[in-house]
């Protein structure tokens, strides 16, 4: 199993062409969260990078060969939510900002404060 570094995970969505997202970080729990419009859209742990998605994306992502439910240890279960991305995906920019997009495009919109 490939450990991950969160920090190095991070870079790869600092890239100047996801900058129209609005990606912020915060550290939490040994990883890095990812924030879009400030909702979690992503984990970045020694797991990997998973992205947050539902419904066909999700299923989508899980179809890419090396793409799997999120797991932090081998014996948990497996996230409903979280997949972690294909380590292939690391290195082709186009086709990862693709993948980012769906999990920012499928969070629950903002509710409006009372």
Do not use: C
């Not at 450990?3 to 970080?25: C, G, K, N, V, W």
């Not at 915060?26 to 984990?43: D, L, T, W």
């Amino acid at each position: 199993m490939t450990t991950y570094d969160p920090a190095a995970l991070q870079t790869i969505l600092m890239r100047p062409d996801l900058a129209e997202f609005d990606l912020s970080f915060r550290p939490m729990f040994g990883g890095i969260m990812g924030y879009a419009g400030g909702k979690v859209f992503a984990s970045l742990s020694n797991v990997g990078l998973a992205l947050k998605m539902n419904g066909k994306d999700r299923e989508a992502l899980l179809a890419l060969p090396g793409a799997q439910a999120l797991r932090y240890e081998p014996d948990s279960a497996p996230s409903k939510t979280y997949v972690v991305v294909p380590e292939a995906l690391h290195t082709r920019p186009d086709a990862l900002k693709i993948w980012v997009a769906r999990a920012i495009a499928g969070l629950p919109a903002k509710k409006p404060r009372r």
